[in-house]
């Protein structure tokens, strides 16, 4: 039986805290009103400002003059054009008052967002196994398991989250606006489909449906541990067939509704796909992270380097299999070259460069590199490196998914981002570990478990 230390449940919590206070203070600073955003723009120009005060003020007095030499109905014309002009303004200002309040929900969401598909990707893993009889993994169970204790207060903050969208506490799904939709005949088109009261239904009923095959996934598995039959094994593999059923659907609307409606005017057919790659992958790594983690303490002596090894070349696979999504996604797009299409990736090339492409390399190039060779996926401090190198690769592809929508050009990581990835770091480390503590380490009656104690090659 495994016993959460003091040392990490002190750690998961102080993570949580500061993470906490971070939040709080990144809404203090967020602008409130548009006085609030002309300060703070004001302040970024100051520099640039008086670098070219000298070039300013003979610009302002060759304007002055010619204004003096104006005629009455040039006076006229320039009064409409400043009136014009004042209105532009004050409408690219509350735009930017827009993004600047959803920094922080935009942080919120994308890291709550984050930790929660890495448990739903690891119960999906966990059923796979379970439907595919696979005779190397049972002795992963319980970590698999733990991991996907996550899943519901994840979850719950996720349907919080969607639902104070809901409620226009917040501005980062446009089509929940209705002075927007009023405008927008693309929009209006899909109110059938999005729309808020049909959203959070659709959301609710997808949570249920994972949190109950979560949950009698687990409860089976922990029968069977008492069982004097497999009664409990054969209920399980009927479960997670038709969980895997329920979550090929679910999983895909889910992206579209909590992932792709940022962008109502854009869709991909294959962006299901392509974030349950992303989630696959990163849940995998997880669970390597955590096995390799127990294994340092002292714990799970059952599982070995041929298990690390399975792992390792499964986030070698994922990875492959995520960089196909991502390239027939983009190459298709940009070649069609369809104005409605290829602005989704036009917006996060100009504005996002570094984060869009540098993801490439660290979910893709860097994990070929590392994992190719069959050697380095037995050698557990190289899969730490390249799971840590994955997950922060991912992490930034979240982060390219939901922030051009939700705060443009104005994004930059710091505190909001940086203390939304230590508030549910930390809690989700807690609930990990903490769910551990509550079943033994080995899925003892598991009928394939003597050969998955067994595993070499």
Known sequence: MYTLSSKLKLTAIIFMIVGAIGLVIGFIQAPSNLDDVREMMAAEEHHGEASHSEAGEANFAEAEHGMLLDDEPGRHAEEGHSTEAGAHDTEHLEHTLHQLQNKPWAAIYVAAFFFFMISLGVLAFYALQYASQAGWSPVLFRVMEAITAYLVPGGIIMFVLLALSGFHLNHLFVWMD???????????????YLNVPFFLIRAAIFLAGWFLFRHFLVRNSRRLDEATDNYYFKKNFKLAAGFLVFFLISESIMSWDWIMSLDPHWFSTLFGWYVFSSM????????????????????????????IHDLAKFMFGISIFWTYLWFSQFMLIWYSNIPEEVVYFISRIENYGLPFFGMVVLNFVFPLLVLMNSDYKRVNWFVVMTGIVILIGHYLDVFTMVMPATVGESWFIGIPEISAVLFFGGLFTFVVFNALTKAPLLAKRN???KESEHFHY
């Open 178 to 192: 209705p002075e927007v939709v009023a405008h927008d005949e693309i929009i209006q088109n899909k109110t059938a």
């Open 280 to 307: 696959f992958v990163s849940g995998i790594t997880v669970i390597a992270l955590v096995s390799i983690y127990l294994k340092s303490r002292g714990y799970l002596t059952f599982v070995n380097n041929s298990h």
């Open 447 to 449: 009928p394939f478990i």
